[in-house]
């Protein structure tokens, strides 16, 4: 099996340290590789532009080094800074997860308030998970009743 470190060492903390992590890591299944993203930050912007160019950039690493498709990702964790976060920001940054995702197949997805993130200039941290198949998906969407 193979496992693909994305980004080892990449970017720095706001202190000039080295983080010692990987932006992202995939591993080899039998049937697919299943990807794990680190939070991403693009602290420049608003937190709307902050979250679609990380979108932006899960995109890329999926699509084009995982040769799969942004329905791939299966989980989305966001980080908003709580004194940023209101029922406004929640609902733009819903808009800009259905810029990259189809309806009803969204990735299941957790928001969460946070008191501080590691970059100062950030709003918006998002982590994510995909799993990119060796074939193609069978596709079924189970609605409550």
């Known amino acids: 099996m193979r496992k693909l470190h994305l980004g080892p060492g ?9 983080p010692a992590m990987s932006v992202g890591v995939a591993t080899e299944r039998a049937t697919g ?12 912007g608003t937190p709307v532009e902050q979250a679609r160019h990380v979108f932006e ?11 799969g498709a942004t329905g791939d ?24 997860r259905r810029e ?14 946070v008191d501080e993130l590691v970059h100062d200039d950030a709003a918006v941290e998002i982590e994510a998970a995909a799993f990119v198949p060796d074939g193609e998906w069978t ?4 609605r409550p009743d």
């Not at 590789?33 to 420049?44: C, N, Q």
């Not at 969204?106 to 928001?111: E, G, K, L, N, V």
Request: charge should be negative.
């Open 10 to 18: 990449l970017g720095e903390l706001d202190d000039g340290t080295d």
């Open 73 to 96: 990702v299966t989980m989305l964790r966001f980080y908003v800074r709580s004194d940023r976060l209101t029922d406004a920001l929640r609902r733009e940054l819903h808009a800009v």
């Open 100 to 113: 990259f995702f189809d309806a009803p197949e969204f990735p299941a997805a957790t928001m969460v308030g």
């Open 33 to 44: 590789t299943d990807l794990r993203l680190s939070g991403l930050v693009h602290p420049d």
């Open 139 to 142: 596709v079924e969407t189970v």
């Open 57 to 67: 950039t899960v995109a890329d690493v999926v699509v084009n080094d995982l040769g």
